[in-house]
Structures are given as structure tokens and as C-alpha cells.
């Protein structure tokens, strides 16, 4: 087995669980692009961000100078439920490739919401009941982010509204139940329960919806809704802000055993997770105190680094929220229904595009029949089936470690394994059977979602 | 929160899993009763055992003396993929309970398996490959066994052909998705692929299937398949030795928080999880060295503890395997199609229908909506969605917790959450909708399960 005399799995000791997120815009010169209000064209302020979201967070979303923010106390006894995750060595998998190169992962699926998305959840729930909301509403794709929401909600017995996208909602049943039973109610979307949905359900009676639509939803609920705010679980500043404990306990188990990694990878959808786990080593990035090489991988049905545009666009389908710049397919843009899982999103994190965009990291896509490979191979081998979400980043790891298989290279790999995959057996079905398709998008499909992007 | 001062979770470091399993026979003064040929009703031998199990199984099988057997380090290795697993100090329930009783729960679902089922599937698997055998066969009832030995075959690069009882294999196709994306093909029971299969189909055409009647067919395909053993996942006595793995621990991280339990609650269907959870506590319990008590819990729907017979039975209901003396319904007993999720079996372990019948331990019956009220309260304090079998130890320990804050006792409670219910969602739908029912057996119906058992 490796030569590395470090535990199979680090877990730092309860006490070593951070006590403050990292806010990477601290550290950035130039700052993510501010919220534009979709009439005017002007930045959001605070106050015409209110009806939507919870007062603090928008303090959250708005602060780009505090480098770190104290975690609440009744977040970090949440956090001591499932955190923190165990940095895991790869050995098992190293030897299966037969690679010089260190592998390691931090797994996030060791709770019942099965993802990091919780990390986010519970700050957000927390901070809708401190303001005394009675509820919030919220979307889900892959139904990663509801499922997180309805335990927090549970926790601090908040009421939940969940738009779940209608592919999702029929193809998983089951996660629909996981957030029943945590008592949240789920409707599939787009839906007739409002403006928005009815109005793409008129358009497009066949659509199986997406995250933009779903948002939409869920967004014109709660302003319509007394004492209710709408939650988001991916793509905000304040969800990377959130995460950044994924990539802070990272770093402190990294340290404890004495390594510095060569490559950061990690999947990418809204940015949630990537973002989250880089933030420490991007920081010192920024600070030139280190250097990294950092992948954000894509699946190439939806891929808004790699062949996007960095532009000013809509959140959402339904053009109810404000304007975000970011890398995006544009938010007409729907990724083909034989893409399993999650990353489905048109968009980026605004702060992960700029970073991308200043070159400090890198992306690459990849086809779902070549994800599928990389997760049976990581499920025979680690023990762990993981989510197709997270096995776009064991793809590119493994690829990774193959490179050095052939240059002789003992790089160390990060890769964050973001969740498991227990409710996406539908995809791995089509797997087994070997039905499984890859979708690439023509330029000429891209560029009708392109046509669709505001003139700003 | 809780005035104990003990970390949430209590992780033992790597090089504390233990080293040896251990073997509660050599503490017993009277030896769990010996297996008996069907046809002579002489007590098996070795050699008679050996065309269906493993040599090295079918040695520990019989070994009623040596008290520690040496993990090899193939098993540990293994082990360290999932292991040790956190004792948990269950601060959220005491609180929502409102009770001065310290409750702790040893926690074994965090792995893809979804339960304990793991620790002795690969030792299985282990002893099979050291064999050279090609594959090995199995039955699963609830998914969990089946799913955990694909996982242990994938591993050691085994082949294995699992009978799924039927019911399950309808109501879960997904616990059948992840088998078979660990290579394992899996087959509905009873099946037309078996001559035993055959004639119980012909004889119950609508028949739902049962554990017993699964094993009868991955016995007769072991076998009758060149290169093939047969493993099972519960009720013998190397897999309660297996199992000692959750007790050793639990008792090493009690050690280290300083903490004796007052009462010690497990789920028993066929005993696995039970025998290994209280095997080092019922250790010293019969050297005299300490007391608990120490609960069983069963479904009421099938009570073989608290309402079956003491005598010997056939362990399958094709009547091809050896005969048991254990705490049995009979073979013929089939639970009433709507009792979710596992704990389905006729019989119970040898070793624990000893200790029972010597009155070392107690049994609780408890029926199935009870049960999940307990494990959506569990769910929404705790964070953690449980399987329908560890959800009867959860309702026991609220129970005695419940008592302990009328009594003001504060006494502690430890009991074992076998694993997670994300594949019994299923059962949690009939549950959220309410249309879950209870059934508990008449006596008239125990009678006929009872007039099936062999005269001995």
C-alpha cells in the first residue's frame, strides 16, 4: 500500500471543528460583480433585497471585505451532529490505478441529506428563524439542497416549501419522502401553484423543468407569503461563505498530516461545493502565499465554464430574480433530459467566475458515460457509491493520477467527494443496462440560450 | 444540553479497532446447542457442513471455546474503510425527551452498505477468497446483507449470486441497482431457477417470498455450483462473532468516556447486530465481573423471542439446511405482508436463544407504527433518517428514557442504530400517508407455524 504514514481516514477532534467561515472576497482585488436590479440596472441595495431574502444573510451576501464570520453557536452544535468529515486517503484506489500519485478525498455524504448541502442549509434555516420568519420556500434539482433544508428546517421547526424539478420529483420519489418525513411539503415544478409556473407550463406543456424555473417558484412564493423568505442552495456569495468549512477543515487535517496538495479538484454546478473547498487555498492564492492548481469539472451537457459566457444574466427562467454576472449558458438554457443528477444549473457562483475568469483556476467537462465508469470504479474500490454530482470530480482525479502514472510524478490529488449517491439508483440503472447516454450541446444550441442574455 | 462531559461523537482512532474478534461461547456455560443432521439428528460435523460453507467459517462455527480469534489483515484493512464508527452521545433526543437519562447510540450505518451487515461480510467473502473459490451465494431479505457481501465480493473479486426475497426485490428495486453495480446478479425468490424454488411456487403461487425460503435456494445453488459456498448474514454463530467488532468498540469508547450503561437495547431479527453489540458487556455479565440488562427488541408481527418455542427447527423453509435450536415461530412462519422492512426472520441466533432462555437478557415486542413514530422523532432531533430495524431499538430506548423522566432516575441508556433507512422510503411513504397498519399474529396463527416444527 502507499508509502504515506498518514490514517486511512483524518478526523479532526470536535474542538478542531473551525469557529468562523472564511469569506474569500476578503482576499480578492477585484471584487464578484454586485447584483444588478433587473429594471434599473443598478446594483441591489440591502433594503430592495429584503423581500426575498433573510436580513442577515443579505448582510452576508453583500460583504466583501469581512475575511472571517463567527459560526453562530446553535449552527456549530448542528455542525457537531455530522462534522467534522473525514479527510480520506485513497489507498485503496491508488492501488487499483497503480499511480505514484497521492490521492485524497473529503467526504461530505456522511449525513442523512447525503451532501455537503447541508452546511449551508442549517446556517440559513438558523437564520430565518432568529428573524422570526414562520417559513421559507426554496428549490431543488437533484434534491440534494431540499432534503438538507427539510432536516434543518426540522431543527429549528421552520416551515418548508420546496419546488422540486419535475425530472427530479418523478424520478426520485424517495427523496421526496426523505423531506416529507422531515416534514416539508414538495411540489414538482414548474406547477400551477403560481404566476411563473403557469405562465411555463403554457409555454412549454412537455418541459421537465429546471433549477431556473423551479427558482422562479420559489422565489415569487415567498414574496407573496407572509413571514415566509426564499433560500437558495448554491451559486449566492453567502452559500460559498457557508461551505468554506468544507475547505477550512480540509486544510487543517492537510496540515495535520503534514501535506500540501498540487491539485484541487472539485464537481461544479451552481459552485456551492468547489467553491466552498477551495476558499482556504485560494486565499492563500490570492495572498501569494501558495500555489495551486485548481479543476472545476462540469458535465459537458451543461457546461457553463468551459463554453459560456461571462455576462450579466438572470438567476432564474422566470426573470424574477436580480441579475447576476456569471459564467452562464443563458437562463433559457435546459440541460437534455438524459442528464442524470445534479450540476443542471445555466449559471456560476459570481465569485467563482471571476476567479475564473482572472485565470486562477482551471475547468474541464466531462461526458456522464465516462463519470459512471470513474463511480463504479471509486464504489468497488473505496467502499463509498458515490453521487453522479461528485463523480465528475473522481473522474478528473482519476484522469489526474493516470497522468502521473505516465510521467512518473508523485503529485497529491484533493478531490471533494461531495455525496453519495443512494438516491440516484435510476442513473446507475441505466448504467448496468448500458442505456446510458452522452449529450453534448451543438454551438447552435448554445447560442439559443445565448440570444436570451439581457443587453447590459 | 446534557451535563455529561463527553464529546458528541466518540470516535476511537484507527489503531484502536480491535485487533481480535470475540467469541461470547467461550464465557457460556452451557454451550449454544449444536446443529443436527435433518436426517439422523446427530449433531453436524465438519465435514458434513463442508460442501455448503467455508472451511475456515465452518471452523469458527464450531469453535465453542476460543474467547478471541485474530482479525486477519486483509479484514482490517477493510475494516479501516468504515471503521471504527462513532458512539454517539444522543444530546438532541434527551433533550426533545426531556429526561434525565443519558442516552448513547452506536452508530453503523455510516458505510454504503447501510448497516452492520458489512463486518461480517467481509470476513466472509475473506475466507472465501482465501479458499479459491470462484463465488458464493446468499439470500437478503430487507437488501442490507445482499448489499453489503456484493460490496465484500467486489472487493476480494468474488462472484455472488443473491436471492432477494420478493416482496423486497419489488418494493426496493434500488437496494437491487447498487448490488448489481457491485456485480452481483440478483435474482427475485422464490424463482423458478431452483428446484426447491420451483416447488414452493407451485405449492404458494402468489406467495411473497421469505428469508427462509431465499435460503433454501442459495443453499441448493452452492451446492449444486462447482466453486461455490453458501454465506449467511445472520443467526450463526461466526457472524455473531463478526459482529463482537460493534460491541468491542462501543465498550472501548464507553471506557474512554468513563461511562458504565445501565441498560443495553438492540433490534434482533435473526441476532447479528444484537449478539455482536452486547457481546463483550454479556462477557463479563457470565464471569460475573458486571450487570446489565439487556433487551431484545422484535417486531410484534413476528415475536420469535417473546411468543416462539424454544426447540430445534429447520433454519430455511425448503428444510435443506441443518436443524438449529433457537427461539422459532417455525419454519413455515411467513410475516404478514405488511410488516416493513427486515427482522422477518423465523428464528433466532443459537447463542442469544441460550442466554435468553438462561434469562441473561430480555425481549420486547413492538409494533410497526409505534416504531416509526420513534423514528421520525429520531430523524428530526437526531439528523439521522433510520432503517425500520433500528428504529425498534430507538422506540425501546425512548421508552425506558420516557420512565427514567418519571422516575427521575438517570440512568444510561446505550443501544445499537444498526444502520440507515434510505431505502425504505417505501415504508416511511405509508407512514407519511398514514395507511401504515399493524398486525399482530393470533395464537391460532402461531399454532400453524408451530405444527411444522420437526419432532426431536
Not at 439542497?145 to 419546488?163: H, Q, R
Not at 420519489?173 to 414538482?188: I, L, Q
Not at 431556473?212 to 414574496?223: D, F, N, Q, R
Not at 478528473?396 to 443512494?422: R, S
Request: proline fraction near 6%.
Amino acid at each position: 500500500m502507499s508509502k504515506l504514514k498518514v490514517p486511512y481516514k483524518t478526523y479532526l477532534s470536535e474542538d478542531e471543528i473551525p469557529k468562523s467561515w472564511y469569506n474569500v472576497r476578503g482576499d480578492m482585488k477585484t471584487k464578484p460583480a454586485p447584483f444588478l436590479n433587473p429594471g434599473t440596472h443598478q446594483p441591489m441595495s440591502a433594503d430592495e433585497l429584503r423581500p426575498v431574502f433573510c436580513d442577515e444573510l443579505i448582510k452576508q451576501e453583500l460583504d466583501n471585505d469581512t475575511r472571517f464570520i463567527e459560526i453562530p453557536d446553535e449552527i456549530y452544535e448542528f455542525y457537531k451532529m455530522y462534522r467534522p468529515s473525514p479527510l480520506v486517503h485513497a489507498e485503496f484506489l491508488e492501488k487499483a490505478l497503480d499511480t505514484p500519485a497521492h490521492i485524497f478525498y473529503k467526504f461530505e455524504g456522511n449525513n442523512t441529506s447525503g451532501s455537503h448541502k447541508l452546511n449551508s442549509a442549517i446556517a440559513q434555516a438558523y437564520y430565518a428563524k432568529k428573524q422570526g420568519l414562520k417559513g421559507v420556500t426554496t428549490e431543488t434539482g437533484a434534491g440534494q439542497w431540499g432534503t438538507a433544508l427539510s432536516m434543518a428546517c426540522a431543527f429549528f421547526n421552520l416551515d418548508l416549501k420546496v419546488f422540486m424539478v419535475k425530472v427530479s420529483y418523478e424520478q426520485k420519489p424517495f427523496r421526496r419522502e426523505v423531506m416529507r418525513t422531515y416534514g416539508a411539503s414538495v411540489t414538482p415544478s414548474p406547477s400551477d401553484t403560481t404566476e411563473v409556473g403557469r405562465k411555463i407550463l403554457a409555454e412549454f406543456p412537455g418541459t421537465n423543468g429546471s433549477l431556473g424555473c423551479a427558482i422562479s417558484e420559489a422565489v415569487e412564493t415567498a414574496v407573496k407569503t407572509e413571514g415566509y423568505r426564499y433560500v437558495l442552495g448554491s451559486v449566492l456569495n453567502q452559500v460559498l461563505l457557508h461551505q468554506s468549512i468544507i475547505g477550512l477543515e480540509t486544510k487543517a487535517a492537510l496540515d495535520k498530516c503534514g501535506i500540501k496538495p498540487d491539485i484541487i479538484i472539485g464537481c461544479a454546478g451552481g459552485g456551492s461545493n468547489l467553491g466552498g473547498l477551495i476558499s482556504p487555498f485560494m486565499g492563500e492564492k490570492l495572498r501569494g502565499e501558495a500555489d495551486y492548481r485548481i479543476i472545476a469539472v462540469e458535465p459537458a451537457s451543461c457546461p457553463s465554464f468551459t463554453r459560456g459566457r461571462y455576462a450579466y444574466d438572470f438567476a432564474d427562467t422566470g426573470m424574477v430574480c436580480p441579475l447576476a454576472k456569471m459564467y452562464t449558458l443563458g437562463h433559457d438554457f435546459m440541460p437534455s433530459p438524459n442528464h442524470a443528477g445534479g450540476l443542471r444549473y445555466h449559471g456560476m457562483s459570481p465569485i467563482l467566475s471571476e476567479l475564473y475568469d482572472e485565470g486562477l483556476m482551471e475547468a474541464v467537462a466531462v461526458e456522464q458515460t465516462k463519470v459512471f465508469e470513474a463511480a463504479e470504479q471509486f464504489a468497488r474500490t473505496e467502499g463509498i457509491l458515490p453521487a453522479p454530482e461528485s463523480s465528475h470530480a473522481i473522474r478528473v482525479a482519476i484522469d489526474e493520477a493516470l497522468k502521473c502514472k505516465e510521467t512518473g510524478e508523485e503529485k497529491t490529488i484533493v478531490f471533494g467527494l461531495t455525496g453519495t449517491g443512494y438516491f440516484d439508483m435510476v442513473a446507475y440503472q441505466s448504467f448496468n443496462d448500458k442505456t446510458m447516454s452522452d449529450y453534448i450541446p451543438t454551438d447552435e444550441d448554445l447560442e439559443k440560450g445565448f440570444a436570451g442574455l439581457p443587453k447590459i
